[in-house]
């Protein structure tokens, strides 16, 4: 598997709209895409820096999964995204090389295909394995 870059950083907050008045005010990073992923029961705000980006993530109800981090954690970085060139082929190599995956290839946020490396395999890091299925907001 070869990793291409750094698609994002993901930084969970309970509140999208004050997290985003902060990086845009404090910090003057404007917002590019806000959506929402029912089916994941969240919703995303990306920020570009650079070839890179910062992806807000806030829950949409009480049983996501990121209110579960944000319960045991209180917020902060949440996962590390790789761009690659074939999730679906990356997953398999880590899997035949004994890497425990937290969630399978399925269709992700800004028009990806994603897959979830669990932090027990990285050091404690949730990792986003990312294939872009078209072009990105």
Do not use: Y
């Amino acid at each position: 598997m070869r990793v291409e870059a750094v698609d994002h950083i993901a930084i969970a907050t309970a509140n999208l709209d004050e997290s985003l008045a902060l990086w845009e005010r404090a910090l003057g990073i404007r917002c590019q895409h806000v959506e929402e992923l029912p089916e994941r029961g969240i919703k995303v705000a990306l920020l570009p820096i650079g070839d890179t980006r910062i992806e807000l993530v806030a829950p949409l109800h009480d049983n996501s999964e990121v209110s579960a981090f944000l319960e045991k954690k209180g917020g902060g970085v949440h996962h590390v995204a790789l761009r690659v060139g074939d999730v679906d082929a990356g997953v398999a190599e880590l899997k035949a090389q004994g890497v425990r995956i937290a969630q399978e290839p399925a269709p992700g946020a800004h028009g990806c295909r994603v897959a979830f490396v669990h932090p027990k395999s990285t050091g404690g890091v949730l990792l986003e394995l990312s294939t872009p299925m078209g072009e990105k907001p």
